[in-house]
């Protein structure tokens, strides 16, 4: 008879010299991952749905114009795909370096010190200067247009799981996607341009606490920077009991207890 799940076709291709078959539909980011080559990303995570937001992840195609987004870019057959020419290297050190121009420069202190994506980003691509230092970096805040500049916003930490604090998002959309795409909740948005673009609980006015929220911990779990962060059992208190759940991410603790 016939099989109840057709196998997909498979496509080969080769990413800086290595040959590799993987199905069609593929990204060319995961195909360099079958072949061993880890393309750098920010926005882009196994959980979650390709966005092609960061540009970190930017290849070269050869017979095709441009840089695509490697997350976002299938892989075709034949295709001869470029992970890491020194064109690439500089441009991922110019998307690294804005990056780091328009974030906090606590890192010694911050809580996600050492468990940082932008971090790791940061020496993976050989960021060693940024020249963009200095629109007062965060410590003095400063206005680039509107009230809603994410450093003028104080933290939100009217959650009681965790703290979000706009000064160190890079708008990756991370949390914005597991919201919707882990926990079907849709409770997050971005708002603005540009450097007052920011994630949101709905309208600006808005906390977490007031919003969809349903304190899931997936967006926590997506963020790459120390933006959504955990709060500690000093800031929230040892707990005065437990729940056993088989639930990877629900926060809500319906006492399903597994046998
Ligand atoms: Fe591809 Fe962010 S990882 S654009």
Not at 226 to 243: A, M, N, W
Request: hydrophobic share 35%.
């Amino acid at each position: 008879g016939t099989p109840a799940v057709k196998a997909a076709a498979m496509v080969t291709l080769e990413v800086d010299g290595f040959e590799v078959t993987v199905p069609t539909g593929t990204s060319v980011m995961r195909a360099a991952a079958e072949a061993g080559i880890s393309v750098p990303k920010l926005c882009a995570t196994d959980m979650l749905d390709a966005f092609g937001s960061c540009r970190l992840c930017l290849v070269e195609i050869e017979g095709r114009a441009g840089t695509p987004a490697s997350c976002t870019t299938p892989v075709a057959p034949g295709m001869k795909v470029r992970t890491q020419t020194a064109k690439l290297k500089q441009l991922r050190r110019g998307v690294m370096e804005l990056y780091i121009s328009d974030h906090p420069l606590d890192c010694l202190t911050c809580a996600a010190n050492g468990d940082c994506e932008l971090q790791d980003m940061a020496g993976a691509v050989g960021l060693r200067d940024v020249r963009y230092h200095s629109v007062e970096n965060h410590f003095e805040p400063r206005r680039t247009g509107g009230d809603l500049n994410p450093q003028w916003m104080p933290k939100d930490e009217t959650n009681p799981y965790f703290t979000y604090d706009p000064a160190k998002c890079i708008v990756c959309s991370r949390c914005v996607r597991a919201c919707e795409e882990v926990q079907g909740t849709f409770a997050l948005t971005i708002e603005g341009r540009g450097f007052d673009s920011r994630v949101s609980a709905g309208m600006a006015s808005d906390t977490f606490l007031s919003s969809d929220c349903v304190s899931c911990g997936a967006c926590v779990q997506a963020c790459p920077t120390g933006t959504l962060q955990e709060k500690s059992v000093i800031e929230i208190g040892t707990p005065d009991r437990s729940i056993i759940t088989t639930c990877a991410y629900c926060g809500v603790g319906c006492s399903f207890k597994a046998e």
